[in-house]
């Protein structure tokens, strides 16, 4: 993600809003990718695998806590932000969706500049956590590579020993 422009995968039911959504945030500088259901959502993330994932709670068939909960059972995108768009009058439905895993939930009507700041900040908080996991696998390898070279010296240090012993 460091160094390329974030992919955002925006997902609603409704044709005028994905294509809102998608200009508002392709004018900001995000290359953004769309679908109308869960479906097709999961789908778009099999083609290319998004940064962050901007969805409608309320869609028919599956909603928008099925397609964090998706997601989430997917190992290679289980830590992908996921932010839900949530009407009004969903307060239960905005506890669901965090309760269910999702980043953040934005409540319509919402200004655009308050959303972008949001997907900023996820998009921010899974570079850090991305390179803290790059941090701890090297700290790893160099563990292993230590026990591997103290094997080794523990391993000269026996035979040596051992040749001291027959010499004595």
């Given at each position: 993600m460091a160094g390329t422009v974030p992919r955002i995968l925006v997902v609603d039911p409704k044709a005028a809003h994905r294509a809102l959504l998608a200009r508002r945030l392709g004018d900001e500088g995000f290359q953004v990718a769309t679908a109308d259901s869960t479906g097709a959502a999961i789908a778009q993330m099999h083609l290319a695998t998004a940064d962050l994932v901007l969805a409608e709670l309320a869609m028919p068939v599956f909603d928008g806590i099925s397609l964090t909960h998706r997601i989430r059972a997917t190992p290679l995108w289980a830590d992908t932000p996921v932010i839900l768009i949530s009407g009004r009058s969903e307060h239960d439905g905005i506890v669901r969706a965090l309760a269910g895993g999702a980043d953040d939930v934005v409540v319509k009507p919402f200004h655009f500049e308050v959303l972008v700041a949001r997907i900023a900040r996820?998009?921010?908080?899974?570079?850090?956590?991305?390179?803290?996991?790059?941090?701890?696998?090297?700290?790893?390898?160099?563990?292993?590579?230590?026990?591997?070279?103290?094997?080794?010296?523990?391993?000269?240090?026996r035979v040596r020993e051992a040749e001291w012993r027959e010499r004595a």
């Open positions: 996820q998009l921010e908080r899974a570079r850090t956590v991305n390179a803290l996991r790059a941090d701890v696998a090297a700290i790893d390898a160099r563990r292993v590579e230590r026990a591997i070279a103290l094997g080794e010296l523990q391993d000269r240090f």
